[in-house]
């Protein structure tokens, strides 16, 4: 193991299968802090995942603090608290314990049977009242006597703990220097297990956990960090002597993948589909993937054999399901007729969800929680690649990262042995853990627009970008849309800064070209499995006297207003009857399509047709629980490219007055005397979407500070 003396010697090239990420010059920074040291050191490990994945994993360190109550030094250990992200961790993802209080619990401690009263004990060994809960792996850093530990589940390693010649492998691979804990439920007897193992073996560097991780540590941050990067570095090497030496990697290719355009293709065609199976319970959103390494796997003569095993750490199946759900349709199956599709889905669906309802049976206790959801997370489509679905983006895609992990540990344990998954039973006590239930109880309650994906045209900038943001705001995934390149990657910048790369997807979209709208569309099923909410806000305005109005005028405003709301529409509902999950379809109109002004012949006609056409599409998609309203606003001139242009002119004009004047005019000329802003356009759709008026269609309302002339009749 590398010594704090060879820090110089150890480089980003030392390494081929992990990051070596330490800076010297921040460490220096950081000394004498020895909880900043493990944050730094946590984050490095976090950011590699080849070491560990999303979510899973902990870190500790143990240094002296001043007791609050005595002011005399004492022995505080920090750890990961319950929950947390390693990659991301910062000291308020810490819990802080006595640790001379927790090792104290074992004069209480009553055996394997009541491993759960444990947890809440540990609360009675809190040092900073402000910590993050405990986490069930407390303990196991708890009872080693280490400065530095770190819990982590890398795949090289875990492929060699879930091997049935494991022990061995790991005794003849480190030469002794790691010691072998057999598969264990974490818990306070699991870390009196890992201090039983150092006991017995004096010297060693680490300890790995059948099925589940490893162990390893250090006098140091630093030490403990080079420790975890050599061991996993020698795992994944001896993995990689072994690949294909045996035989081939997975049994060999039974079948060829299409190329990536058509398996793009046929997986935003089906994923709607699959995402309204997998909603029967939730509604659940999607995510899609055709990775080379989920490739290799689905496309194998294995697949068949080692999918219905199941995953084997923990951190893999509390994510992905215990198995996952494998096609049988062939990589270029017509996915045209959707009802013949279906048919020939259901019986998949139906038998996964009886084999999971078999397994809750079987293994249930008197005390387990009811059945979750029993369809499936994980859906293998040989040929095209795996969709997940879950209750939020970043879960289904993070249960995509952690079936690849698993993935990689099956073809890991497969070149040195043979591949061992948990038995069922043991998988069952962790997945229906009442600790478990209690983290998923404690989660907060979902937002308004949890599980629902809205597509808003023209969201850029505006009415559009408002909308956008406040759907994201309520929970839902957004896919915003401009036909100005410049302004949507601007928006980009703004979303991905304010949410995050899970809340939205972008697409390039001129809704009077039909590619761009299917674009749009399977830019939906791609990144989020369908759609739910379309809202036709694009737009254009052109105020002309009649004799000035040209064929070219007319022509593009119908275009955009009222072909593109239809062509919208007619693609978005594609998707939600694929779904069956209902949906629904706004159009931002206008005022101009009840109320006569000067100068609008062409916009107020075009907006009369939009208004029209939503209740001939109301009357018509009420059937399918697709309900279609409208949103009328007024002069909404904040952020508008329409306001930015010769339109302001041309109504400033129609009204005799300055263009900087036109918001205090039209405000003036309002029952309540008020500006309209995007934000209350924003409001107005979710007043719609938001669960209140589910059983409301064919309706318009007004949000234009009241104008009597404009009241619908």
Known sequence: MASEKGKNALTSKTFKHVSYLWDEEKALSLAGDEVGLLIYRSNLLGADLRLTNYGGGNTSCKALAKDPLTGKETEVMWVKGSGGDIGTLKRSGLAALYVDRLRSLTNVYRGVRYEDEMVELFNHCIYDLASKAPSIDTPLHGFLPFKHIDHLHPDAAIAIAAAKDGKRITQELFSGTIGWVEWQRPGFDLGLKLKQCLDENPGIRGIMLGSHGLFTWGDTAYESYVNTLEVVERCAEYLEENYGKKRAVFGGEKLKSLPAAQRLQQAAALAPVLRGFCSSHTRMIGHFTDDDRVLEFINSNDLSRLAPLGTSCPDHFLRTKISPLVLTLA??????????????????????????????????????????????????????????????????RVAAEFYINAINVMKGAEAVSEYTSLPRQEAFNIEYWLLEEAKLQRMPKPKALSGRVALVTGSAGGIGK???????DEGACVIISDNDAARLKSAEEEFTKQYGKDAFANALLDVTRHEDIQGSMD????????VDIIVNNAGLSISKPLEDHTEKDWDILYDVLVKGQFLMTQAGVNVMRKQALGGDVLNIVSKNA??????????????????????????????????????????????????????????AKAYGVKVEELPAFYAKRTLLNEIILPEDIANACFAFVGGLLNKSTGN??????????????
């Not at 959801?373 to 879960?395: C, E, R, S, W």
């Not at 408002?466 to 994201?472: Q, S």
């Not at 830019?523 to 369908?530: I, K, Q, R, T």
């Not at 318009?700 to 009749?713: P, W």
């Open 466 to 472: 408002a909308i956008a943001k406040k759907f994201a």
């Open 594 to 651: 009840t109320v006569s002004g000067p100068n609008n012949a062409g916009y107020g006609s075009a907006k009369a047709a939009q208004l029209h056409l939503s209740r001939l599409n109301a009357a018509e998609l009420g059937p399918d629980k697709i309900r279609v309203n409208v949103i009328n606003p007024d002069a909404v001139i904040a952020d508008s490219k329409i306001w930015a242009g010769a339109w302001a002119e041309g109504r």
């Open 331 to 396: 990589p270029t199956e017509a996915l045209t007729d959707v009802k013949a599709l279906k048919e020939k889905l259901t019986p998949a669906f139906e038998g996964y969800r009886a084999l999971y309802k078999e397994y809750y049976e079987t293994c249930k206790h008197p005390n387990s929680p009811a059945m979750r959801d029993p369809n499936p997370v994980v859906i293998l489509y040989p040929g095209v690649g795996m969709f997940t679905f879950a209750k939020d983006k970043q879960t289904a």
């Open 700 to 713: 318009a309302l007004n949000v234009d500070g009241g104008v009597a002339a404009g009241f619908m009749r």
């Open 523 to 530: 830019v939906a099923a791609l990144a989020f499995g369908g």
